[in-house]
T-cell receptor, first 110, second 119 residues
Framework: SQQGEEDPQALSIQEGENATMNCSYK?????LQWYRQNSGRGLVHLIL?????REKHSGRLRVTLDTSKKSSSLLITASRAADTASYFC??????????FGPGTRLSVLP | GAVVSQHPSWVICKSGTSVKIECRSL??????MFWYRQFPKQSLMLMAT?????????EQGVEKDKFLINHASLTLSTLTVTSAHPEDSSFYIC???????????????FGPGTRLLVL
């Protein structure tokens, strides 16, 4: 089965710095999505990138996808304390359900 | 955007009782909903896919008689944890795709989750 694996598992940065999280997967995908989860809450969809796309932006978020390396990165620029959360990547292949990675716990210190 | 709600948000029950969790799509119709389970500081594990008007599809290792799923309408799916035991204590999250075309169809919209504690 597909598996997204995030790296690092935990990341602690100062407010204003950039945060980069990586995701690797094992099998073919048609899209990869990033989600944020605040402690004890549901998941919020951040961005979807398709397998034929290499980079996508949304506000302070920048996602890249390298299908040859089966990896993706999520960059959060100018981080804020409110960005503190767990971030998950999820992969899917046409019609197959999502497989989530273990997530990266991001702490943004004021 | 598409909104998914869950009820209750948390529940405490005695061992041996059954607990029902509801998942609703509030502003769209969802022919398919998904149920996940999440342990503390871990990722989400897909339990089953709920299909409106038909039987749910369970992932390997998930007991269908333990976790009963009913998708009786296009906006409601329920997960019933039968004869709950302390090891069933977890965070249960549902999600649904919005086929209306407002967003990208592959996006799953998640409910806020239900925290279950079995004593």
């Amino acid at each position: 089965s597909q598996q997204g694996e995030e790296d690092p598992q935990a990341l602690s940065i100062q407010e204003g710095e950039n945060a980069t999280m990586n995701c690797s997967y094992k099998t073919s995908i048609n899209n990869l999505q990033w989600y944020r989860q605040n402690s004890g809450r549901g998941l919020v969809h951040l961005i979807l990138i398709r397998s034929n796309e290499r980079e996508k932006h949304s506000g302070r978020l920048r996602v890249t996808l390298d299908t040859s390396k089966k990896s993706s990165s999520l960059l959060i620029t100018a981080s804020r304390a409110a960005d503190t959360a767990s971030y998950f990547c999820a992969t899917s292949w046409y019609g197959q359900n999502f497989v989530f990675g273990p997530g990266t716990r991001l702490s943004v210190l004021p | 955007g598409a909104v998914v709600s869950q009820h209750p948000s948390w529940v405490i029950c005695k061992s041996g009782t059954s607990v029902k969790i509801e998942c609703r799509s509030l502003d769209f119709q969802a022919t398919t909903m998904f149920w996940y389970r999440q342990f503390p500081k871990q990722s989400l594990m897909l339990m089953a896919t709920s299909n409106e008007g038909s039987k749910a599809t369970y992932e390997q290792g998930v007991e269908k008689d333990k976790f009963l799923i009913n998708h009786a309408s296009l906006t409601l799916s329920t997960l019933t944890v039968t004869s709950a035991h302390p090891e069933d204590s977890s965070f249960y999250i549902c999600s649904a795709r919005d086929p209306s075309g407002r967003g990208e169809q592959e996006t799953q919209y998640f409910g806020p989750g239900t925290r279950l504690l079995v004593l």
